[in-house]
């Protein structure tokens, strides 16, 4: 997920910027893995590796904006990708094709949340995906929004046992490590847990303010 939020900021940012943006990405690895907040060690950048490869083989079905109903959009969330080494063999760069579906999204204001830069301070999988999570159902809810323990879990793909992912969750509501949210365990007689999150920033709960359009002098060469 962290190597797709990179890959969305950068898109977001040329257009804003007035240039030309493109499913085509070309990097290094030390600038993904210093943007999601990880090592730059040998160990880093095979698990960078692994990640992108996962993301290439995973295969994705969903009938969101599609102009039929009924009809599905299957597609990898990389086509595909590869990388670029020294007579050595080090790693100089990387190389990724983004999917179209992916991409259009990116685009399209209405279908991107933004996210706090502490996001990446967080060191846990589960609290990162915990603050994705609040961040696409807490929205501008004053109200904030609820799971139960099971549903969450069963949400999280987790493979450890409920007990234990439970646990989990408890100590992560004790800390507070998500940036704008607050965490909090309601359950009421017969019921089951439920975590709750609110957020603490005011903004939040604002309507979104207009983009601002890209300037012309980047537009006009173009």
Known sequence: ADI???AASQIVEARDAGLRTSRLMATTPYEILTFVGRGVSLRDYQRLKAAL????STTVATSIRQPAEGR???FSWINEWQERTDRDGRPVGVELILPDWFYRAVLDDTLVLTIDRAYFDLTGGLERW??????KHGGRQSFGWSFDFAHLHQKSGSLSPLKHFAYDLRDIIRR???PGYRLAV???AGSPELLTFVATDP????PPRPRRKPSTRFGDKL
């Open 176 to 178: 507070q490590p998500l």
């Open 186 to 188: 309601v359950q009421q």
């Open 72 to 74: 599905r959009h299957r």
């Open 53 to 56: 490869d996962r993301l290439q």
């Open 4 to 6: 797709l939020i990179w």
């Open 203 to 206: 903004t939040f709960f604002a």
């Open 130 to 135: 915990l603050y994705r999570v609040a961040r």
